[in-house]
């Protein structure tokens, strides 16, 4: 079993920034890889950013060159920059992992942009 527990997330105005955490609870080494998703009200679950225990990435194109994905090892976090934020990257933000196939979320975080 994997816990996974995010923070970060909050209101803040468009143009702003904020940056999301989760806290895996086990090492990245042993995890596939690992993510973020985001649903915003009466849309489906879309696929944010990811990034492989090896540190490929790979984005949406809706937030490319405004959202950054890293993660920590020693820590086992997984974080999220999200900069020049819109309206529309309103959504609850969940994190991921993928092990031997497995997925595991965390508890989702909302994020609010205002206009």
């Known amino acids: 079993q994997v816990q996974l527990v995010e923070s970060g997330g909050g209101l803040v105005q468009a143009g702003g920034s904020l940056r999301l955490s989760c806290a895996t609870s086990r090492s990245i080494f042993s995890i596939d890889d690992m993510g973020w998703y985001r649903q915003a009200p009466g849309k489906q679950r879309e696929l944010v950013a990811g990034i492989t225990s090896g540190g490929t990435t790979n984005y949406a194109d809706s937030v490319k060159g405004r959202f950054t994905i890293s993660q920590d090892i020693a820590e086992k976090t997984l974080y999220l920059q999200m900069n020049s934020l819109k309206p529309e990257d309103t959504a609850v933000y969940y994190c991921?992992?993928?092990?031997?196939?497995?997925?595991?979320w965390g508890q989702g975080t909302q994020v609010t942009v205002s206009s």
């Open positions: 991921y992992v993928k092990i031997l196939g497995g997925w595991y």
